[in-house]
């Protein structure tokens, strides 16, 4: 389908050449671009769940001694200090029943989205515990699209004296830092254009290298073996084409030239015998014409021309009907005995 598309095409075939080149090309290229802005995102998802984890657990060893000490001063002052890092919008420390104890955006405090079933927490909490993602793109509890990523708080050394055994209480609150989704989306955006600029110059590299290739290669080639081909139906036995190389189109050069060649040897032996034919006609004292089965002379000796009294132009490739009876038609045959009819 593609191949006959482009044969309907009115272009020459360096143009059809690039044409179908192009469409090769843009269709990889969609389809790369498609794959890597899937693999980019899962990547970037990945990469700021691994730094959000670390940034969690080094938050947590820093938040165990105030939180044990109930020193919420010192644990305001290090969220706050956290969520100054560049792309990071917020970040909360939620009790286990879902209120909001501690948070960079301090309207917040006090609220509890779990109970609200606001986006931020229905996303996940409606799924099944094993089901839940630690890091989900999400509507946060102001309405912005934030990446956020959650890690438990657990229940472990002095901060079971509070809570109770670990094993029926397993953790005690959740930790969420939030990154700011469009200097992330803005992040792959200017990767995906820097790869879809660089992509173009490789389709326009690309495209010159096979536009020169097919000029230098296959159409140049093609251009000396049809001026050739012109040439020798013109009558001009001499012709040759000169194709460097061992590729096909060379071959078809060499056979080309043997072909030309014979032609040229053929024609002279023709030349050759005709000169022996009318020389030998020429010798007869009576006007001798040779004449085909369409009434037209095709040979003629000098005793018939000088009958005539007209050149031998004028006498040969005319019919004979013409000039041996003056008549625009060939005689009737009931009328006149035509050696050419009998």
């Keep these: ?82 969520a100054l890092q560049p792309g990071i919008t917020n970040v909360m420390l939620i009790s286990k029943s879902g209120a909001i104890r501690f948070s960079s955006l301090t309207a917040l405090v006090g609220e509890n989205p779990l109970v609200e079933r606001s986006e931020g927490c229905i996303t996940c909490h409606d799924q099944p515990p094993g089901q839940r993602d630690t890091t989900v793109f999400l509507q ?60 173009a110059v490789v389709v326009l590299i690309t495209l010159w290298g096979g536009w020169w290739f097919m000029q230098q290669m296959v159409l140049a080639p ?29 071959e078809l050069g060499s056979t080309f030239n043997r072909m030309a060649g014979n032609l040229e040897q053929a024609m002279a032996a023709i030349k050759t015998r005709e000169a022996f034919q009318q020389a030998l006609i020429d010798a007869i004292p009576d006007g001798v014409r040779v004449i085909d089965s369409d009434y037209r002379i095709i040979a003629a000796n000098n005793a018939y021309c000088e009958q005539l009294g007209v050149p031998a132009e004028q006498v040969l490739n005319t019919y004979c009907y013409r000039s041996s009876h003056g008549r625009d038609a060939p005689c009737v045959p009931t009328l006149v005995t035509c050696p050419i009819h009998e």
């Design 1 to 82: 389908m593609i191949i006959e598309s482009i044969n309907q095409l009115k272009l020459g075939l360096s143009k059809k050449y690039l044409v179908g080149l192009l469409t090769g090309l843009v269709a990889t290229g969609i389809a790369f671009l498609v794959l890597f802005s899937v693999m980019y995102q899962s990547q970037t998802l990945s990469a700021r769940s691994q730094s959000s984890h670390n940034a969690a657990q080094v938050l947590l060893t820093a938040l165990e001694q105030p939180l044990m000490q109930q020193d919420d001063p010192g644990v305001r002052k290090l969220i706050d200090r956290l």
């Design 140 to 199: 946060d509890e102001l309405g912005r699209e934030v990446l956020r990523s959650v890690m438990p708080v657990p229940n472990e050394g002095a901060c079971a004296e509070c809570h109770g055994d670990p094993s029926g209480n397993p953790y005690t609150g959740m930790l969420l830092i939030d990154y700011d989704a469009n200097i992330l989306r803005r992040e792959a955006l200017n990767t995906t254009l820097l790869l879809m600029g660089a992509g």
């Design 222 to 250: 093609v251009s000396r073996l049809g001026q050739a081909s012109k040439a020798i139906a013109r009558g001009d036995l001499n012709t040759r084409v000169d194709i460097p190389g061992h590729d096909e189109l060379a």
